[in-house]
């Protein structure tokens, strides 16, 4: 009599010869490999879990119109539905150089005129069911990390709007020396131009003290990777007693060739046409920027781009912003979920919620007020993050800092209880890096450890934060991407571990998915696959809790641009809409995280062991298969393993080295749960591409006692389980 094994062992022996009996398959099938061995040191568990801790979910900002229907009955009670535990509050505004109205009742610091600075109110009438962002008018970057859709003041080509540095890094609030913390503007040519001269139209207040800098070193094409060379000083760049107004600095007769421009501010007139808000007279602010070169004739000529569109203009990166802003600045398209809406819900499970509270581009008043109010409403949280990837928005780890005490202070004159952490690093595989300092240290971490460090204030970093997304190049073929993400992370373990990230307070991944681009792989089965080895291996490597990014029910988009077309349209989201805007299919993501959360990790919240395993083939450890252990609650052992290949695999036997050379004897028949191109096949169609099918993973058992003979179909990952000998 045939069982489930030999059925599924005999499809993919098959499939392997006829792959043209998946034929929306991406990939192909391959000869049948030798039989696999998974070796697990069973001795010593390396590190242990907590589910209702460990696996989450983010809520992240949206169109307004957009709030509506994903947030409706239907949708709500599908999102309830997916696996994960715990819930996150994604802040959307910060990477959009915006503030944030999380309560749109509250004051302006100029209540006339409804602008100045903002604070929310503590109290509201009714529920906050959304919120949302306000551009700040004083920007002065180009580009952002949200919509993109903002641009620099410092060249836009009006006089009359000016850029202007954060009030909160002047030594009014910091009680340092504004030379610690000098400001500052950076131009970015595109390429080396023949320099001259700079011309700056100041506003108020401007600086006095400044210096005209040109990078000499490696040029590259994103700022914060300015790692290998120095800043030097123009000639006649450097002044010491400035006037505003004006001002025209000539660099002597010879041009000097550059791409970078830094103009370095380190004290304030501190003045303003209006004084009765001290915020208006601290930091620096500047109208508009001329770069001159010398033309064919030998005159001097503006090279700057100037307009008002992040197209138009030349690339400008300034180290803070300041928040002021106007009710008019509201842009909706950058709405969040308000705080009663995510309770209302019932997403949060009633777990603490990893809570955000603004900090680049807000004030901490309006955060102080947020914490008020959320434990007025009795909110579940223990854990507030500060800001939101500040390298991405290129601040400085000493601004952040700086900014980061002030924030953390305020928090825990309310609630000493509260932890309060970050920096929720844009995902960065190659290391989180900033421009070089006069000590030639570029680590981010490091750096900003070191700030509070000095300052003894070392405990208000109670928990370490990261996104990961380990592949921006969507393109290529996944298969290769998925056999090297397991190296990416521990790189970057070992990497955090120098540079003093602290291992005695929570690490958390506060986002993670396939890529922060669309791409198909995140709608097929490599985004399954790599979701969950992700959470597998970041628990195992010690992690303490990863939120999944792509809860909300999404349809496909197109990011990028490459030749494999058929690659582009995909999304985060483990439910996709229908026409009518309710969750209609589900996706890899969301069987993943189900074998992930409820078949390898038992669902309920004690604790988990887990325990190191290699997969090797005659003695040879492979990298296209991995294994993941776990010692569960309930007695039972359960081997996540991962088929990244294109080939059908047979396992061989799983043996616990430290109870004998052949395996063990289980308990009781195994259980398995697989997860293949049998269950999902994805209908490419651009805008429309949609699940051809899409089934729940299989569950079969083994008697063999030794978990030898399972078939490990191409692309896929499977779950063994059985009590302990």
């Not at 490091?446 to 928990?463: I, N, Q």
């Not at 992370?489 to 922060?516: H, Q, T």
Request: a negative charge; hydrophobic letters at 35%.
């Amino acid at each position: 009599m045939i069982n489930m094994l030999q059925i599924v062992r005999l499809f993919w022996v098959g499939a392997a010869v006829l792959s043209a009996v998946l034929m929306t398959a991406s990939f192909s099938y391959g000869v049948e490999r030798e039989r696999l061995t998974i070796h697990i040191d069973a001795s010593t568990p390396v590190a242990s879990f907590m589910p209702d801790e460990a696996f989450g979910a983010g809520l992240d900002g949206l169109e307004e119109d957009e709030l509506k229907s994903t947030y409706s009955p239907e949708n709500i009670k599908t999102m309830a539905g997916a696996p994960y535990r715990r819930l996150s509050c994604r802040l959307r505004t910060e990477l959009g150089i915006e503030a944030w109205h999380w309560n749109e009742a509250g004051s302006w610091s100029d209540e006339s005129k409804k602008e100045g600075y903002w604070t929310s109110s503590d109290k509201a009438k009714g529920p906050l069911l959304k919120s949302f962002g306000y551009k700040l008018p004083r920007r002065g970057s180009t580009i952002d990390q949200a919509g993109d859709d903002g641009y620099s003041r410092l060249d836009d080509g009006d006089k009359s709007t000016f850029w202007k540095s954060n009030p909160y890094l002047d030594g009014h609030f910091t009680g340092e020396d504004n030379a610690l913390h000098p400001q500052w503007v950076l131009i970015d040519l595109g390429k080396r131009c023949n320099v001259n001269a700079l011309r700056i139209l100041w506003g108020e207040p401007y600086a006095t003290k400044y210096e005209v800098q040109y990078w000499d070193g490696k040029d590259t094409d994103y700022v914060n990777h300015l790692t290998a060379g120095v800043w030097r000083l123009f000639a006649h760049g450097q002044v010491q007693d400035g006037k505003g107004g004006n001002t025209l600095l000539r660099f002597g007769d010879a041009p000097v060739s550059v791409r970078f421009v830094r103009i370095l501010l380190s004290a304030s007139s501190g003045t303003a046409p209006q004084n009765e808000d001290v915020r208006d007279r601290l930091g620096y602010a500047i109208r508009e920027l001329f770069l001159d070169g010398i033309d064919g004739r030998g005159k001097l000529k503006d090279i700057i781009r100037h307009g008002a569109s992040n197209k138009s203009q030349t690339l400008m990166v300034v180290s803070s912003t300041d928040p002021w802003h106007r009710a008019v600045d509201r842009n909706p398209n950058s709405a969040h979920p308000g705080f009663d809406q995510v309770m209302a819900s019932g997403l949060g499970r009633g777990n603490h919620v990893l809570v955000p509270t603004p900090l680049l581009y807000d004030i901490p008043e309006n955060a102080a007020a947020e914490i008020r109010f959320l434990k007025s409403r009795g909110f579940p949280m223990s854990q507030i993050e500060l800001g939101e990837e500040p390298d991405g928005q290129n601040v400085s780890p000493e601004h952040y800092g700086a900014l980061y005490l002030q924030f953390a202070k305020v928090i825990h004159e309310i609630d000493p209880a509260l932890i309060t952490g970050g920096p929720s690093f844009q995902s960065e595989v190659g290391g989180w890096e900033t421009i070089i300092d006069e000590k030639g240290e570029h680590s981010w971490m490091k750096r900003f450890l070191d700030y509070l460090r000095e300052r003894k204030r070392l405990d208000d970093f109670g928990f370490f934060s990261f996104e990961w997304y380990p592949f921006d190049d969507v393109c290529q073929p996944p298969a290769g991407q998925l056999i090297t993400q397991p190296l990416l992370m521990k790189n970057a373990f070992e990497r955090l571990d120098r540079e003093g990230v602290p291992c005695n307070i929570p690490w958390i991944i506060s986002e993670y998915g396939y890529s922060s681009f669309a791409g198909r792989a995140e709608v097929e089965l490599p985004a399954a696959l790599l979701n969950a080895e992700i959470v597998a291996q970041f628990l195992t490597l010690g992690g303490k809790t990863a939120y999944y990014y792509g809860l909300e029910p999404k349809k496909p988009i197109r990011e990028l641009d490459c030749a494999h077309t058929d690659r582009l349209w995909g999304n985060l989201m483990m439910f996709q809409k229908g026409p009518n805007g309710k969750a209609k299919w589900l996706l890899p993501a969301y069987y993943g995280g189900k074998m992930l959360m409820e078949e390898w990790a038992e669902p309920i919240n004690k604790q988990h062991q887990l325990f190191r395993a290699l997969v090797k083939e005659d003695d040879k450890v492979v990298n296209d298969v991995t294994a993941y252990v776990v010692r569960r609650p309930d007695g039972h052992w359960a081997v996540m393993v991962f088929n990244k290949s294109t080939e059908c695999i047979e396992l061989g036997k799983i043996r616990f080295d430290s109870m004998g050379s052949n395996g063990i004897d289980w308990s009781e028949p195994l259980d398995v749960i697989q997860y293949s191109p049998l269950q999902y096949t994805w209908r490419a169609e651009g805008a429309n591409g949609h699940p051809k099918r899409s089934e729940p993973p299989v569950h079969f058992q083994v008697l063999d006692e030794l978990a030898s003979g399972i078939t490990l179909p191409p692309m896929s990952f499977t779950v063994v389980r059985g009590a302990h000998p």
